[in-house]
């Protein structure tokens, strides 16, 4: 049991993981750390909630006999480790070592993608004028930036990044690239229907249904991922993505058979399995929980034959990421979905959001189901002392930037403390332009960056951040040593 360091007197009666804190009660810094003790961070899950509940958060400061002084070993080019070279093939790779997994940079070395999603420059007025001031031209600020992450110790860029100035960069950073043939087809498809769909779930799916089974879609996969032609001989890139966050709903067999008109494609190919495993007979009544884990089966293999196809087609260099799965409740405890996910992923990326850290229990799983390492391709903290409303978005809000750092810290521990896990991409790079209405709303009001959306930078956050990167390779040390001697 971790032993929580308050950051106030107010809050020393509060339990580590459920207690509601006084919503006046204003954290300060500990003045000291006990090493074995976490410390404590209050949290709500939006700026509506009233109720601040409190959490421990584990830093390197606090694990038992860890010397967070020492240095790791030095890095190549691509932010991998230069000790415990392997087979170099060119390309990034995975490799278990042991009772972990790694990605292997293409010189052969040891890599955990330390990484910030959405490296970008942002789109409004204000932030171009805001980069024109600051660095000159788009070439300057991706030459900048990339070495002020690599200062604060990350060595990789998520989706929606600039891909195209980061590849011209004298000293590029690993990346990675997104392509979304469900969500293109998607855009073609609600147009039969005015615009809009009459039901839809947030993600924008009719039904909440992706439309794998239809020819339409089957027509679009090949235009979407073609262009990653281009990216197939480029050792600097990680690997791919294709769409994020499509609903894999565990009721998508009776979706299929009750909301879908008799005459659509998905309808008859979803009627026509279902009537091999149950007869000609059978009906909507007849459905198991075993028939909706099976269909499930299907219904995803479907999806990751087509799209996987056309990613070896035409790039067999690269690894194949996945396609970020985000639902709590479905997709991270489905062992049929990660059994499909094994046979098609190189990894499997995993959009973390609604915990505090990452669930040890499902971590284990999602690598005995799979056969696969898993990295986090999206997770944060908004921090109310940014001066955003924080309304929006999946991440909890917390006081402050310091705050937004420790749960960093605590949240990467958990995840080495996985032998599954090769990385990580905090979800954003920078903070929207509140002014600027022609953003996404649910990212338009909320604290997400590392940076300001003028590229001002969250230095009490990176300060957190840089303390934990710093140190990865000695921490993963640290962590297989301690379960060496605990068997």
Known sequence: MKRTILFSAALAALSLTASAAPASATPASAKSVREGDSLAVESRKNAQDTVWLTYGAET????????????????????????????????????????????????????????????????????????????????????????????????????????????????????????????????????????????????GYRFDLAMVFDSGFDAIIDKAIAPIAKYKDDKYLVGYFTDNEIPWVNDALDRHLTLLAKDEEAYLTVRKWFEERKGKDAGVEDITDEDRRAFMAFYFDTYMSKVTAALRKYDPNH???????????????????????????????????????????????????????????????????????????????????????????????GLLRSGNCVGWHWFTYMDNDPQNLKTDPSNRDSNKGIVKWNFDRYEPLLDEMKQINGCTYRLIQYFDNTKKTDR
């Open 60 to 203: 390197v400061s606090t694990l038992k006999g860890f010397n967070e002084r020492k240095s790791d070993p030095e890095t190549d080019i691509y932010g991998g480790w230069m000790t415990d070279r392997q087979e170099a093939t060119g390309f990034f790779r995975t490799q278990k070592i042991g009772d972990r997994w790694w990605l292997i940079d293409p010189d052969g070395y040891p890599y955990i993608c330390k990484g910030v999603a959405v490296f970008s420059m942002g789109g409004s007025d204000r932030q171009k004028e805001a980069l024109k001031e600051k660095f000159g031209t788009p070439e300057k600020w991706a030459e900048n930036q990339q070495e002020m992450l690599r200062s604060y110790g990350f060595n990789g860029l998520g989706a929606w990044s600039a891909v195209d100035f980061v590849k011209e960069s004298e000293h590029p950073m690993p990346y990675t690239v997104i392509v979304s043939p469900m969500g293109m087809y998607k855009s073609q498809h609600i147009r039969k229907f005015g615009g809009k769909y009459h039901q839809c779930g947030w993600q």
């Open 319 to 413: 690894l194949y990421l996945g396609c970020r799965f985000n639902q709590h409740k479905e997709e991270m405890a489905s062992k049929e979905i990660f059994e499909v996910a094994g046979k098609y992923m190189d990894v499997i990326s995993i959009n973390h959001y609604r915990l505090w850290e990452p669930n040890a229990q499902w971590m284990e799983n999602w690598e005995k189901w799979s056969g696969k390492p898993f990295i986090i391709t999206e997770f944060y903290t908004k921090g109310e002392d940014s001066g955003l409303p924080n309304n929006t978005g999946a991440g909890w809000n917390v006081r402050t930037q310091k705050d937004r750092g420790l749960f960093y810290q605590n949240f990467v521990i």
